[in-house]
């Protein structure tokens, strides 16, 4: 996953199970994103449906999968206790960017879910800067689709703005072996590289043989990805072979 600035908006919450025998309880949240953790204000007397419309930022490292919150009750003269967690995976939100206020399902310490928590999260990713170096390797069991010969393959790259395309390779069929590099200056927050594998035809429109996706958060952080495959995939998301890419980063000073 990749790096940058997450934000959690925490509006309100809703039919929470009310944990005061006598009078209202007074909840505030515990907001846990990778090592850092948030706490709220407490709303006295918020009982069963508290308000908070409060935010939160969070500068996350590589590799958080998801946040945690955990609704508690201030307690005067004894442990705070608790209401309940909701725990929500970030992936939807690393690949929109944002998303409308959600209702989550809250978990009460015994297992079973009691009331909601509305949430709108935000992510901001880290901008680099520095030069991409993609090394354009083989394929690997890609489709045919020539029926009387073997395919004529070749990749078209994406990478933010800039577009690149690799030789065609005549007759190479199903295991092309490019072995060619591409350089792409890195300035915005791109988080990902699309290739697109296509074979030429000479009468008709180039035939797509499916896109494969390699994201880019690892070769930012550690400078470099060894020969690895990227699935290649259909339209409908079917795996159509694969694709070997080795990459280097190198951060300007």
């Known amino acids: 996953m990749p790096e940058g600035t997450f934000e959690v908006e925490l509006i309100r919450a809703l039919n929470l199970k009310d944990v005061e025998l006598f009078g209202k309880?007074?909840?505030?949240?515990?907001?846990?994103?990778?090592?850092?953790?948030?706490?709220?204000?407490?709303?006295?007397?918020?009982?069963d449906s508290p308000t908070w419309n409060q935010s939160f930022l969070f500068e996350i490292p590589d590799g958080i999968m998801e946040i945690s919150v955990a609704i508690l009750d201030l307690e005067r003269?004894?442990?705070?206790e608790l209401m309940g967690t909701v725990v929500?995976?970030?992936?939807?939100?690393?690949?929109?960017?944002?998303?409308?206020?959600?209702?989550?399902?809250?978990?009460?310490?015994t297992g079973s879910f009691h009331g909601e928590l509305k949430l709108c999260l935000k992510f901001f990713p880290k901008v680099h800067h520095g030069i991409l170096e993609l090394h354009l390797i083989e394929g690997h069991d890609l489709l045919s689709?020539?029926?009387?010969?073997?395919s004529d393959p070749y990749a078209v790259i994406i990478c933010h703005k800039e577009v690149v395309?690799?030789?065609?390779?005549?007759?190479?069929?199903?295991?092309?072996?490019?072995?060619?590099?591409?350089?792409?200056?890195?300035?915005?927050?791109?988080l990902e590289i699309m290739i697109k594998i296509l074979d030429k035809d000479m009468f008709s429109a180039d035939d797509p043989l499916?896109?494969?996706?390699?994201?880019l958060n690892k070769v930012f952080v550690e400078g470099y990805v060894p020969p690895s495959s990227f699935k290649v995939l259909g339209k409908e998301g079917q795996p159509q072979g694969?694709?070997?890419?080795?990459?280097?980063?190198?951060?300007?000073v």
């Not at 689709?145 to 073997?150: G, M």
């Not at 190479?172 to 300035?187: L, M, N, Q, R």
Request: charge should be negative; aromatic fraction near 8%.
């Open 25 to 47: 309880s007074d909840p505030y949240v515990l907001c846990n994103c990778g090592p850092v953790t948030h706490q709220s204000r407490t709303i006295k007397d918020g009982g």
């Open 77 to 80: 003269y004894s442990k705070d």
């Open 88 to 109: 929500i995976p970030l992936n939807d939100v690393y690949a929109q960017r944002q998303l409308a206020p959600i209702k989550y399902k809250v978990q009460l310490p």
């Open 145 to 150: 689709l020539d029926v009387l010969d073997k």
């Open 165 to 190: 395309k690799s030789r065609v390779l005549e007759n190479a069929g199903s295991d092309p072996k490019w072995d060619e590099t591409f350089v792409f200056t890195i300035d915005s927050d791109v």
């Open 210 to 215: 499916g896109t494969a996706i390699a994201p």
């Open 242 to 252: 694969e694709v070997k890419l080795e990459m280097k980063f190198l951060h300007k």
